[in-house]
Structure formats: C-alpha cells, structure tokens
C-alpha cells in the first residue's frame, strides 16, 4: 500500500561570527507536548535544519509489529530520518525509504509525508531477539554489511526523484546521510538515535538534518563537519539520554556558539498514521481476478493484514460476493 530534489530556502547571509548575546527567534513557538519537529534556519551560516523529537510514534511502530530491540531501533531510525527527508521544505512531500540488507533483519520500509504523518514496518521485526540495545546501537551486526538505501521523493505527479546508494555503515541514517551526499549532492548532516531501557522499551527518539544552502560563508561548512561530529561521536546520543521536551533544545544544541542565529520556521506534529482503509482493501480485492475471488469466496472470508501498520482487516463472504458481482458491471464500462 506504499511511494525531488528539496527546494531551496531563501534565507538571508550574515557574517559567521558566533554573536556575544544569545537572542532566540524572532518567531515565537511555543514548546510543544508530544512528538513534534522544528524547521529553521542558522541564519549566519546560512544553514537550513529540521529537529524532530519521535518517540511516541516509534514506541507506536515497535509495539504494532512486535518488534525486537534491535527491529524497533532500525525501524525507529528509518521513521524518524523519513520525517526529516518530507519535512524539509515547504512543499507537501511524500518520501519513501526503502532498505534491503542481507543481514538478520533484511532492511525496513518507511513512507513520511509532509504534514507529519508516517508509517513504516521492518522486514524482519523478530530478529535480533534478546540483543541488549540499552547502550548506544550499532545496527551493523543485525542489518549486514552489504545492503542498499533507495528514496523516492515525490512532490507531484510531475515532481518525482529516486536515487539509491549502498551501504556506507549500515548505521540507517549514516547511510541516508551518504544518499543526500553522494545522490542529490547537497552537504548534509544527518543523526538518529533512540535510547532504550534495560528491557528494550523506547523511551526517547530523536533527530537532526542539517543542509547548507548555496552562497554559504566559509564557516557553515567548518560548523557542518562539527554538528556531524557530534552526531557520530555520541554527543547527540548523551543529549537524547536527558529526554528533552521540546525540538528547540535540540536545535540549540546543534547550532552551539551560533544558537543566537536560530531562527524558527515553523513547528509540526508528528504521528505514526497509515493511509489503508476499508475501501482501499477493496479496491485491491477488486483488482483480483474472478477465479481468486471465488476461491476467496469459498473459503467463507478473506483477510488482508497491511504491512505498514499491521491492522487486520476481515472481509466477509457477503462482501466479497458484492465486490464479485460489481466487477462484470465495471468490466462492460
């Protein structure tokens, strides 16, 4: 049931000198409660970023597919590095990532949509069983070395771009980052992480993307390699580790010296929702040849169970020989 390169935000230049006094952005944003993402800038770096703070919506994704630790971190941080890819610019963006991975748990899928919204599932969510992911994670050892990371990034129906790189770490979003460097060639930083407890329950996810803009002063790309560091070293681990409330405390850590320079674009909410329905299932039923249905029929019922967000849907006899009687009707039109 699932699938541009991101527009340019204008944004003014400023000289790249940390300012002696902290002034936040002349946009006021209240913090919010729940999962929720800030867009902004660094105005005197001329960077653009998106904070995300994720872990109602990934603790969702873990519990509906009776993910192990390690499945649940995976998926967490495909989920969380999906929001970040729609949320980017202004348009209404649909972006899938899908990764393939000959490892344990064989990759995962995640669609994210612009306006908050996403769903995902890992391809193998019992492996990696009884693993302790109660530290920092490497995925490594459960995904394999050898793998693929493919998005799709659709604006409209004329507006659609895919690219696909390999494996850098097998890290997820190392590898998404390696995706918008190497294959939409923008610099780019790009962190997620997800604390856990002693018995592999979520109980923080979040996330970072940072991208410079055309006409950067020379600074932004000394500070960029700096906010990469923080992301690889575990620094925005430890930070995740307090459990901030809001997205902001996110962005004042990334932008440091420069957090003066911030300034808010605008704030979403962020939920785990998946677009299947009822009449979508029976569009697919309708799709099915009459030998399959009345195959479906003489069972008594057919059961379709969505990959992305594991509801179950039962479609009784008495449905499933109207959708068959609807179909010569369509067939003659």
Known sequence: MSNSEPASLAAESA?????????????????????????????????????????????????RHHASPAAACAL???????????????????????IQANGPLRGLTVDAYGDGLVRGFPHAPQAGLGADMSKRQRLAPFLGRDGVVHVVRD???RDRYEGQVSFVTAEVDEDVEAYLRNSEQIPSALGCELIMDPAGQIVCAGGVLVQSMPDSPPETKLHLREVQHMLRSGDFFDMCKTRPRSAQDLARFIAGPYESSLEFIDQRPLRFQCRCDRGR???????MSLTDLDELIAEGKAEVTCNYCAVR?????????ELRQSLPQREKN
């Open 76 to 98: 967490g941080r495909g989920l969380v590095a999906g929001v970040l890819l729609a949320t980017l610019t202004k348009t209404e963006e649909r972006v899938t990532i899908q």
């Open 15 to 63: 000289q790249a000198s940390p300012p002696d006094e902290p002034a936040f952005s002349s946009v006021l944003i209240q913090p919010a409660l729940g999962d929720h993402l800030f867009r902004g800038t660094i105005r005197a770096l001329n960077l653009r970023l998106v904070v995300a703070l994720c872990t109602d919506l990934c603790q969702d994704a873990a519990l």
């Open 281 to 287: 299932i029976a569009a697919m039923l309708r799709g």
């Open 313 to 321: 849907y039962e479609i009784s006899r008495d449905e499933l020989i």
């Open 155 to 157: 604006i409209g129906v």
